[in-house]
């Protein structure tokens, strides 16, 4: 089966349905080619999260934006770019406005958006939509059924690219029902989300499968820091859901198969489980930057050394964190308004924090790293974009 289209968009997640969109309002026909339908595809409808946390500063408040910015940089320890940082930082309080006219509901609290402090940011500026990407992937579908040049085919798994002398010009693969598709295209946007079910433990669904950065490497495309992983604390018994920082302030108790509180014994001298706790409230992922590392490595220990339970993990006991003793901890990481959202999201999956201790270890979560882009989300094969806006006058020739 062949298809000739303005702008091919590779993947059915939030990246590809938001490049969909700009390329049809840019004038573009669009061909949306995804794995799985949009609405059970990739990490953005995953529901393993009782939230997602968007980031973006307050462009009202003096000089907050440019802290999203400096945070930004400061996070990435050297490996982020800083013109990609700032378009992000610059541009995420007007998505924002954006989604929300689409349709996204962001927490509110008063008169304001509810933000917290998270994601290793010095100040508040974590909001949050319920549910994690799965309302801003139905706003979306909302939006791309109202234009009628944008076609998805949800069934179709790309193999490869097709290049001709003047860089991408589309890509091959096939229907699940076996047919050979060739997809010709004057552009194309590589959104096929992260890799990490490369990994056993990973709290990503099985369509992210890395396939993007294997096309895109094999089409010469620049890769960079593929390296860097984000690897976290998950519930993983009897439910599977991203454990986020702000549970840690409240001090659960580690124990493992054998019934011993492992913690304090696995900690250097002079630091306590309580003091590792707190500091990683402020981030989920892993970090060699503070002593937060202490918890993943006395935990990955207790499971490596054949401690850990038949599953996997170590046990992690929250029953004492009932909603009056948590309203009296000190709350600069959202632990109050955030936790009676993440126990309610974790007792619809089936898990009752407040009745009986559960199951958590290590999971690979992210690929930080990925194609090398510039600042309009070009990579270093012309026509190949990943993803992000389109370059205007390119169209569809044959191959
Ligand atoms: C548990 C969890 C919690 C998270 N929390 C947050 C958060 O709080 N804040 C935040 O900003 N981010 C968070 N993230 C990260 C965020 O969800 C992802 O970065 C984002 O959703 C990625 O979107 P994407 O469109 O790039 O990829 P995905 O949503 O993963 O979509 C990839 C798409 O590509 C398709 N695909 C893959 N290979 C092929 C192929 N060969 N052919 C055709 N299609 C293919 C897939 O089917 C899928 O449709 C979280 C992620 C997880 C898993």
């Not at 939030?14 to 573009?28: I, P, V």
């Not at 393993?48 to 907050?64: F, R, T």
């Not at 997809?183 to 490369?198: D, E, F, H, K, R």
């Not at 970090?287 to 937060?292: K, Q, V």
């Amino acid at each position: 089966m062949e298809y000739t289209t303005d702008v091919l968009v590779i993947g059915g997640g939030g990246a590809a349905c938001r490049a969909a969109l700009a390329a049809a309002d840019a004038g573009a026909r669009v061909l949306l080619a995804s794995k799985r339908p949009p609405a059970k595809a990739g990490a953005t409808s995953y529901p393993v999260a009782e939230m997602a946390g968007y980031n973006a500063g307050d462009p009202a408040v003096c000089g907050d934006v440019e802290k999203h910015y400096s945070d930004i940089l400061e996070a990435g320890q050297g490996m982020a770019d800083p013109q990609l940082a700032a378009i992000l930082a610059a541009r995420a309080p007007q998505t924002i406005r954006r989604l929300e006219a689409w349709g996204v509901p962001f927490e509110k609290e008063d008169d304001g958006y509810y933000v917290f402090k998270s994601c290793f940011s010095n100040s508040p500026r974590t909001h949050v939509i319920r549910g994690h990407g799965e309302p801003i992937i139905r706003a979306m579908m909302r939006q791309i059924a109202l234009r009628s040049q944008i076609t998805i085919l949800d069934d179709a798994v790309i193999l490869g690219l097709l290049q001709n002398g003047d860089g991408c010009c589309g890509a091959w693969g096939y229907r699940t029902d076996g047919t050979r598709l060739t997809i010709c295209a004057g552009a194309v946007v590589l959104a096929t989300g992260g890799g990490s079910q490369i990994f056993e433990k990973n709290l990503n669904p099985a369509d992210v499968t890395g396939d993007g950065y294997r096309m895109a490497f094999e089409a010469g495309a620049e890769l960079v820091n593929m390296e860097f992983m984000q690897i976290g604390i998950g519930f993983s018994h009897p439910v599977t859901n991203i454990f986020n920082g702000y549970i840690w302030e409240g001090k659960p108790i580690l124990r493992n198969a054998c019934g011993q509180e492992f913690l304090p014994a696995a900690l250097p001298e002079g630091i306590t489980g309580a003091e590792v706790m707190h500091e990683h409230r402020r981030h989920f992922p892993f970090s060699t930057s503070d002593n937060a590392k202490y918890l993943e490595i006395a935990i990955q220990r207790e499971i490596s050394e054949g401690r850990g339970t038949k599953n996997g993990g170590v046990l992690a006991d929250l029953r004492h964190m009932e909603d009056a003793w948590v309203a009296a901890l000190p709350d600069d990481c959202g632990i109050h308004h955030m936790w009676p959202i993440a126990r309610q999201h974790m007792l619809e999956k089936g898990a009752d924090l407040l009745k009986s201790p559960v199951e958590i270890c290590c999971f690979a979560h992210a690929v930080n790293g990925g194609v090398r882009i510039d600042q309009n989300a070009g990579s270093t094969v012309p026509g190949l974009m990943p993803p992000g806006r389109p370059r205007a006058g390119r169209t569809a020739r044959t191959a």
